[in-house]
Structures are given as structure tokens and as C-alpha cells.
């Protein structure tokens, strides 16, 4: 997941991520100064942090931290859901203008441990043979415990799905029901009228 967003001085946003669980979640962020005379976004912006919060679907608090205008931060999920990660900037007046406005450019990568290169390059070929083979396992891990978790998702969709047509059913039969009863109750009533007054 890549994206960029704007956000005020002191003012907080947030994203939801679907994520497994016992996955680990690696996030880059960097944070942009509008500059009122350039009428442009820095590149940087120096004296700028960033507070980083991360909830669990459960509502537990997994990271909170303040970080510098640009950083990474990492987490690892323990229950499969949607968690919550939110950035706060901790900007002041001598920082930022009152009111300006801040780009915060996002990077967020779920289950993806990257090979360190240089280490790599400084084993000989069987022990780099060995490092890859070890990270194609973790990611063929991370893929099947992905598959793992969308299969669940599909089965509480399905099993939602069918109650819920189950009760459509149930409130169809009623109304049927209700209607014949209805039916019956006013031709029995026009019967009686018409007896009372000796039409029939």
C-alpha cells in the first residue's frame, strides 16, 4: 500500500488495514511543509514528528511512538481484523505556521521481510543460494497464512449470507400467512354481513 494524504498542524488521521495475524507490518513514511511563499510542498520538513499509533481490531494499543519528519516504524499483528494506524503531527508554532497544511507520503508493506544485499553479496553462492531460499519459504508462508485468512473471511461471509436469506425466507412465509389469514378473515366477515341481512 502506497498513497499520500494532507493533514493540519495537531490534527490527526487515520487508515484502516485488513491484516492477519502474527504478521508483521513495516510502514515509511515522510512528511512535506507547505511553503506559503514557493506555494509548494518541501521536500523536507526539518523539526516536524510525527506520533504513530496502532490499534488492534480488539482495541489494544500495539505501537505508540513519536517519530521524526520521516521514519519507519514496524509492528506485529496478533488477531487477524482490521487495525487502526493513526499519524499525529507534533508541530509548534516555531516548527510550522499556524494552520498550514502537511503531506505525509506512505508506504506500508504486510508480511514482507527484504533481503539485506550487502549482506548477501559478502556470503559466497551457496550461502546466497541458502538466504533466498529462506525468503522465498517466508514469503510462501506469509501467501498461505494470507490464503488462510481470506478463506475464514469468505465462510463468515457465507454463513452471513445464509441467515440472512434463511430469516428473508421466514418473513416471506409469515407475510404469507398473514395475507391468507386476512383473506379468510374478510370473506368470512362479508359472509356473516350478508346472512345478517338476509341477501343470502
Not at 151 to 174: C, D, H, P, Q
Amino acid at each position: 500500500l502506497a498513497l499520500y494524504f494532507h493533514i493540519g498542524e495537531r490534527e490527526e488521521k487515520c487508515i484502516i488495514k485488513d491484516i492477519p495475524s502474527d504478521t508483521l507490518v513495516v510502514g515509511n513514511y515522510k512528511v512535506q511543509r507547505w511553503d506559503i511563499h514557493k506555494h509548494d510542498f518541501l521536500e523536507s520538513a526539518p523539526g516536524l514528528g510525527m506520533f504513530v499509533t496502532v490499534t488492534s481490531p480488539s482495541g489494544e494499543v500495539l505501537l505508540s511512538k513519536l517519530y521524526g519528519p520521516q521514519g519507519t516504524f514496524s509492528f506485529t499483528s496478533y488477531l487477524s481484523g482490521e487495525h487502526i494506524i493513526c499519524f499525529q503531527s507534533n508541530s509548534t508554532r516555531f516548527a510550522v505556521v499556524a494552520g498550514s497544511k502537511l503531506r505525509i507520503h506512505l508506504d506500508i508493506r504486510v508480511g514482507e521481510h527484504f533481503l539485506d544485499e550487502s549482506a548477501i553479496q559478502a556470503k559466497d553462492k551457496v550461502n546466497e543460494v541458502n538466504v533466498r531460499l529462506e525468503h522465498l519459504i517466508e514469503q510462501i508462508h506469509h501467501v498461505t497464512k494470507e490464503q488462510d485468512y481470506e478463506r475464514e473471511r469468505e465462510e463468515k461471509f457465507r454463513k452471513t449470507s445464509e441467515e440472512t436469506n434463511s430469516n428473508i425466507l421466514w418473513w416471506a412465509i409469515v407475510q404469507t400467512l398473514i395475507l391468507i389469514s386476512i383473506g379468510i378473515w374478510q370473506i368470512k366477515s362479508l359472509r356473516d354481513f350478508f346472512i345478517s341481512k338476509k341477501l343470502v
